[in-house]
Structures are given as structure tokens and as C-alpha cells.
């Protein structure tokens, strides 16, 4: 076309995609439609060096179907607002160099803000703000929450939920301390308990709930909150104190009442009243269920206790009461007189009653039954040897077990040790252990040896120095026996050296490992006295593997006699070989398994069985599993 000034040409607003735009390049002359300046502006970055002011209620679009930025007229009064684009619903706040790490937040409901620590290696680790259209949500990926302002937290209103762990830090002061309404709770967990100021209190009051959980509150050390104490659940609103020793958890006092009574209770240990000044007074009833030490008490109304070294003396040359300082620590005690040497504990009823106990040679206290009666008592003492329990007349009998943590239980008399048949002695504690009984279940009646069903249903034989060592359950391994079993071991600790027996089977299993076509294996020997003599059986399983893997397995047995005349050791076997003890074959690939059997003598007093395996294996791997049946003088040792 003719040329033309720009201002005689024909507007051409809007723009379309096709106008074209002539560019010099190089010396050369050239054209681009809009389209390719378009795409040159999207492939480069833009930076900035002036502000960019984008017009109200125009965005700046991030991505497609992404987020936006803009300022929105529609707000009152307007407002910039961030959108978060209908591809997540989230807004990330993280450092620009992790802006490509994937942190594999889901699509959320509602608009939600993350923000990313500087580890961009733990993705979890996040706090998230949104509204779930009925509550207003804090949200971490990982960690607690904590809330560390500057200043002081003025006021909290309206309910506050945690349903993890707030951590509250850098907070030393709050105006006022931490105010909640009156009537209204500092709630701790789901169903625990609360802490309030309640007006129905006349006058108002603090007030601790136990909440339904436990009925319970423990005090306790920081370090140990994560103990579990095992208090069970209570029936009535109840304090624990704990003891710093959280290694200990029994080491506790409690504070309740039980509807009727009000109750202080220890979980071990006595109950010690330790006053500054005196205990004044006591009124009403007080029982003492274990044991209550007084220290620091002077003045009792009614009554006296004396300081520590003063001594409350019964009678003239009787005992004495007191607490000494020459012992290290200080010890109270009860001190015998020296007219009788001892102690009485009787009704106060039969306090003027001549029990005719006999001078004492030892401190020995004797307790008498409801009756005026000079026999029926129960003495303690130590004679110097040993501590003694002793009766008057009748037996020496528990109520509850006995257990023995030192030392052993003695019987001092030939009468020994006595049980009722309907008292079992368990092993293990009582009900579903271990026991021996005498059964009058039985006809006739008999001595009962009961196996524990429901843990082993086995009785173990072992020598006393392996009772630390772990033999499994014999045949039954570290199952339940199906049979209640007596499993005889071995004097090694070995789970495969043991004889079993029980209602359908003998099984033993001692294994020995073996060497192909080598030399001569020893299994067992006997030693026995000259002029003595021995034989038996040995039943046997050899057992032979390759590397493919093939086996070869025979089961036998074999006969054996010896006499020991002056030292020289003569035998015989009933058979030398394989193919005269009986034995059966299995195997794989038609191997073969043939052996050897000798009497070895040359030892004098010892007899030796020995074996010497061979196969057309190249055996990587055999032994001989066996029992020895023996009748004569002398003991088996196994090899």
C-alpha cells in the first residue's frame, strides 16, 4: 500500500492475535503478529523496576486455575485479597529455594494458609490456618504447638480445644494471671478432669474436677507425666502424690473419702506425721491400718509421747517404749525388760491374766488368742542361730502365701512341713500355676504333679546352675505343649539335649554333629568299676545333607554288652554296620548313607560307642540324633 502517516490510518482497536508488527533485526527488516510477543513475554522473566499498580478488582493471576492477588471494591472497606484457585484451595509460604519441593498437601475444603519450616527435607513439618465453616483451626504437621509472644497473653474468650499438646513458652507474665470467667473451665483432655472458679460455692470457690476417665488427679514431677502410675479407675474423687522415684510407682499417698469415711492411703511405705510444732489434739475414733509414725510430737491430749531418747517404761524392770538416736538412722522399738524378756499381745480384758510364759532367754513376743488360756499362743524370737516361730499348741498356719526372698523355709521338727489336700502348693502363684497337691480326687488318694496347661503344660528336670538358661518346651519347642510332658535335660544348657515323656510318646533328642567318611566319632561312653558290667540300647536317627540339597536318613538301633574284668574292657555289639541293626532308609535321588559301628575299649574301666559315616554325597552337613537305654553300674555320658 501507499505509505501513510500513523495518524491517517484507521483505528484498529482492539487488538487481534494475526496484526502484525514490523521489527528491524540485525540489519534486516522483519515481522511478528501479537501471538509471538505474547510467548516471548511468557518464556522470560519479568523483573521489575518501578512499582506495578494492577487497577481495582483487576488480579494478578497466579497460574492457571490457581490463586489471584487483587484489590476487591466489594470489601468494606476494600481490601487486598489473595484467592486460593479451585486446583488446591492452599496458599504455601515457604523459602524461595523450596519452591519445587513437593509437600504433598491434599486438596483442602476450605481456604487454607501453610507455612513450611526451613526443612525442607521433613515435609510434615507445617502449621496451618483455616476455617472449617464452624471453627476457626490451627493445624501442625508435626511437633507441638507453641505460642511464644513477646508480651503477655491478655485474654482468651469463647471455647478453647486442644486436642494434642499446647505448648505455651517465653510467657512470664499475664496481665492479671490467666482469667477465665467465673463458672467457666480450664478443661484437661477428652472426659478428664477441670479447673474453675465456681459461684455456686458459698463463697465462690477454685474448684478440681476429676473428670469420668479416672475419677482421679496426680501430682507428679515434670520429667515423669509420661509414667504410666496404674492407679486403677476410682469410685470416688481421689488425690495421688507421687514420689520423685518414678522407678518406684507404688511410692504414693492418697487423699479421698469413700462416702463414709475420709481416707488416707500409701501405696508403700508407712504413714509419717512430721509436725513443726505438736499435735494437740485428737478427737474422734482413729484407726491406724499399717503402720504410723509420729516424730516431732510432744504434747498428746489424753496422753504423752516423750521426745526421742526419753523412753515410756512399762512397769517396774519391764519394757520400755521409745525412739533411740544411737542407732543409725534412729530407731524405735520395743524394749524387753529383764523380769521376763518379753512381750505379750493379748485383750485388754485378760491384761491381769497369768499367761505363765516362762523367763526368756531371747526377746520373743508372744500372741495370744481370745481366750484365757496359757497354750494358745504364737512366739517369735531368734535364738541366735535362727529366727524361730513357735506355738503353744496346734499348727503354724498361713492365711495367705508364703514367700521366701532370702534364705529358705524350714521345717524344725520331724512333723516337716504340712499342706491340707485342699491346699496346693503353687509355683507361681495361685489358680492356673504349676503345683503339687495331694489329690483326693484320686482313688485311692494320691500325690498330684500338676503341668501349667495354658503357658507350657511341661515339668523341666535341669541342673540348679541352668535355671537361668532358656530350654524352650522340648519336642513342643516354644509352643504349648498339646500333652502335659516331664522333659528331663541334660547337664548342658542345650534345648536339644532332653528326654521327654507323656501319655502318647517318649521322646529324646541328643544330637551330635558329624563328619564324613573321616575318622571314627565317639556318641557316648560308660565307665564302670572292674568285676562290673553294662549293656543297653542306643536307638538312633543318622541324618546326612548335600548342597542341592539331597538327604539320606536311617533310623536304627543297636544292642551293646561289656564286663569290666581287672581294668580290660570287653564288648560286644549286635550289629557292626547298617545293614545288621535294623535300620530304615529314606532318601532323595536314590543317595546312599551306610556307617560304621564299634566298641571302643582301649581305655581301661571305659567302654565307647563310636560311629563312622560315608555316603556317595559330598555331605555338607550330618548328625546322629539318639537316646541310650542302659541297665548296669556307672552313669551315660553323652558326647
Not at 37 to 52: G, K
Not at 84 to 94: M, R
Request: glycine share 10%.
Amino acid at each position: 500500500m501507499a505509505d501513510q502517516k500513523i495518524s491517517a490510518l484507521t483505528a484498529g482497536a482492539p487488538a487481534e492475535a494475526t496484526d502484525e508488527l514490523p521489527i528491524a533485526r540485525a540489519g534486516a527488516n522483519f515481522k511478528l503478529d501479537l501471538t509471538d510477543v505474547v510467548d516471548l513475554v511468557e518464556a522470560t522473566a519479568l523483573t521489575l523496576t518501578e512499582s506495578l499498580t494492577i487497577t481495582a478488582n483487576d488480579a494478578l493471576v497466579i497460574g492457571t486455575n490457581g490463586g489471584s492477588i487483587s484489590q476487591q471494591t466489594a470489601q468494606t472497606p476494600d481490601s487486598t485479597v489473595f484467592t486460593t484457585g479451585t486446583l488446591s484451595e492452599a496458599i504455601i509460604v515457604c523459602q524461595e529455594a523450596d519452591k519445587a519441593v513437593d509437600f504433598a498437601h491434599a486438596a483442602q475444603t476450605n481456604p487454607t494458609l501453610f507455612v513450611q519450616s526451613a526443612d525442607a527435607t521433613t515435609v510434615a513439618d507445617w502449621i496451618s490456618l483455616a476455617h472449617n465453616q464452624t471453627d476457626a483451626v490451627i493445624s501442625t504437621g508435626a511437633g507441638n504447638l507453641n505460642l511464644t509472644p513477646n508480651g503477655a497473653v491478655v485474654a482468651v474468650t469463647g471455647a478453647a480445644t486442644v486436642s494434642t499438646t499446647l505448648g505455651v513458652t517465653g510467657i512470664t507474665t499475664v496481665t492479671g494471671g490467666l482469667t477465665l470467667p467465673a463458672a467457666a473451665n480450664f478443661t484437661i483432655g477428652t472426659n478428664g478432669g477441670t479447673i474453675s472458679q465456681q459461684t455456686a460455692q458459698t463463697p465462690d470457690s477454685t474448684v478440681f474436677t476429676t473428670g469420668t476417665l479416672s475419677e482421679a488427679v496426680i501430682i507428679c514431677q515434670e520429667a515423669d507425666k509420661g509414667v504410666d502410675f496404674a492407679h486403677a479407675a476410682q469410685t470416688n474423687p481421689t488425690l495421688f502424690i507421687q514420689s520423685a522415684d518414678s522407678g518406684t510407682v507404688a511410692d504414693w499417698i492418697s487423699l479421698a473419702h469413700n462416702q463414709t469415711d475420709a481416707v488416707i492411703s500409701t501405696g508403700a511405705g508407712n504413714l509419717n506425721l512430721t509436725p513443726t510444732g505438736a499435735v494437740v489434739a485428737v478427737t474422734g475414733a482413729a484407726t491406724v491400718s499399717t503402720t504410723l509414725g509420729v516424730t516431732g510430737v510432744t504434747t498428746l491430749t489424753g496422753g504423752s509421747l516423750t521426745p526421742a531418747d526419753a523412753v515410756v517404761t512399762i512397769g517396774t524392770n519391764g519394757g520400755i517404749i521409745s525412739q533411740q538416736t544411737a542407732g543409725t538412722p534412729d530407731q524405735s522399738g520395743l524394749w524387753t525388760g529383764t523380769t521376763g524378756n518379753a512381750w505379750l499381745i493379748a485383750r485388754a480384758a485378760d491384761k491381769a491374766f497369768d499367761f505363765a510364759h516362762a523367763a526368756q532367754t531371747n526377746p520373743t513376743l508372744f500372741v495370744h488368742d481370745a481366750s484365757q488360756s496359757t497354750t494358745k499362743w504364737l512366739g517369735l524370737t531368734h535364738d541366735g542361730t535362727n529366727g524361730l516361730l513357735s506355738v503353744g499348741t496346734g499348727d503354724i498356719r498361713t492365711a495367705a502365701a508364703i514367700t521366701a526372698t532370702s534364705g529358705q523355709i524350714y521345717a524344725a521338727n520331724a512333723n516337716g512341713i504340712s499342706q491340707d489336700a485342699a491346699s496346693p502348693h503353687w509355683f507361681g502363684g495361685s489358680g492356673t500355676s504349676p503345683s503339687i497337691r495331694y489329690a483326693t480326687t484320686l482313688t485311692p488318694d494320691a500325690l498330684l504333679i500338676t503341668s501349667r496347661n495354658g503357658t507350657s503344660n511341661s515339668v523341666h528336670i535341669a541342673e540348679d546352675a541352668d535355671v537361668a538358661f532358656d530350654f524352650a518346651n522340648g519336642p513342643a519347642g516354644t509352643a504349648v505343649a498339646v500333652q502335659p510332658q516331664l522333659i528331663v535335660h541334660s547337664q548342658n544348657q542345650s534345648t536339644t539335649e532332653y528326654s521327654s515323656y507323656a501319655a502318647n510318646a517318649v521322646q529324646s533328642q541328643r544330637r551330635r554333629a558329624l563328619t564324613e567318611a573321616g575318622a571314627a566319632e565317639q556318641v557316648f561312653q560308660i565307665t564302670t568299676a572292674t568285676t562290673e558290667s553294662g549293656g543297653g540300647e542306643i536307638h538312633y536317627k543318622v541324618h546326612a545333607t548335600d548342597a542341592t540339597p539331597d538327604y539320606a536318613v536311617r533310623e536304627g538301633f543297636v544292642r551293646f554288652v561289656f564286663v569290666n574284668n581287672a581294668g580290660t574292657v570287653t564288648a560286644t555289639l549286635s550289629a557292626a554296620a547298617e545293614t545288621g541293626d535294623g535300620s530304615v532308609l529314606i532318601n532323595t535321588n536314590a543317595k546312599t548313607l551306610t556307617y560304621a559301628l564299634t566298641a571302643n575299649v582301649a581305655t581301661a574301666n571305659v567302654f565307647k560307642f563310636l560311629i563312622n559315616i560315608d555316603s556317595d554325597m559330598t555331605v555338607s552337613a550330618a548328625h546322629i540324633d539318639y537316646y541310650v537305654i542302659y541297665n548296669g553300674p556307672g552313669e551315660v555320658v553323652l558326647s
